[in-house]
Nanobody, 121 residues
Framework: VQLQASGGGLVQAGGSLRLSCAAS??????VGWFRQAPGKEREFVAT????????YYADSVKGRFTISRDNAKNTVYLQMNSLKPEDTAVYYC?????????????????WGQGTLVTVSS
């Protein structure tokens, strides 16, 4: 299983970015996005189940971020709107052991390489 995250970059506060996570080797599993800011622990951001019918968000991004997936393209997206400087981090996508959503990093066994998002004030 391989995951390739992309779409990060530099954006001003209030702006938007869309991250993509292209997966190969395992199509129908839950996928999560996590992030790690400098000097901080990795934290959960959002997760989606195998068919996109269920999603779950961290309170800090609820209402601003939207996770979605296109199984025909084996790709999961994270649309990030109204970005804040505190959203600055390396964002990682991960493939879950099951088809369900889960906010626990321990339930994900394959991880992408990460993509850097920097939000300037």
């Amino acid at each position: 299983v391989q995951l390739q995250a992309s779409g990060g970059g530099l954006v001003q506060a209030g702006g938007s970015l869309r991250l993509s996570c292209a997966a190969s080797g395992r199509t129908f599993s839950g996928v999560g996005w996590f992030r790690q800011a400098p000097g901080k622990e990795r934290e959960f951001v959002a997760t989606i189940n195998w068919n996109g019918g269920r999603t779950y968000y961290a309170d800090s991004v609820k209402g601003r971020f939207t996770i979605s997936r296109d199984n025909a393209k084996n790709t999961v997206y994270l649309q990030m709107n109204s970005l804040k400087p505190e959203d600055t981090a390396v964002y990682y996508c991960a493939s879950a052991r099951t088809i369900a959503t889960d906010r626990r990093a321990s339930e994900y066994d394959y991880w992408g390489q990460g993509t850097l998002v920097t939000v300037s004030s």
